[in-house]
């Protein structure tokens, strides 16, 4: 079992930037791939950033490339995501999750295995 926490949310002007942190324990946090989703009021859950148990490979949506940064500290047991240059657009419960896969399937929410509780980020205009 892997139990996730995120944190880091909460409200910023749009063009500001947050660190959203997510925190795990239970299993050697080295051995996933972990990767940040989100939800908007009213919509379905979708795939923002993964990247690999290593740390060397990362995969974006478009929608957020160039602005935010997935990273993980091994050591730590710890995924973390940059965000810069936020849009309203980017207003939604942030989760974090790990996966015991791989491939294609780190972009999709059937591919992980393990998600926490979300944060929020709101993004003011």
């Known amino acids: 079992q892997v139990q996730l926490v995120e944190s880091g949310g909460g409200l910023v002007q749009a063009g500001g930037s947050l660190r959203l942190s997510c925190a795990a324990s239970?299993?050697?946090?080295?051995?996933?791939?972990t990767g940040w989703f989100r939800q908007a009021a009213g919509k379905e859950r979708e795939f923002v950033a993964t990247?690999?148990?290593?740390?060397?490979?990362?995969f974006y949506a478009d929608s957020v490339k160039g602005r935010f940064t997935i990273s993980r500290d091994n050591a730590k047991n710890t995924v973390f995501l940059q965000m810069n240059s936020l849009k309203p657009e980017d207003t939604a419960v942030y989760y974090c999750?790990?996966?015991?896969?791989?491939?294609?399937?780190?972009?999709?929410?059937?591919?992980?295995?393990?998600w926490g509780q979300g944060t929020q980020v709101t993004v003011s205009s």
């Open positions: 999750a790990a996966s015991d896969r791989g491939g294609i399937l780190l972009l999709v929410t059937g591919g992980y295995d393990y």
């Open positions: 990247i690999a148990r290593s740390g060397g490979n990362t």
């Open positions: 239970g299993r050697t946090f080295s051995t996933q791939a």
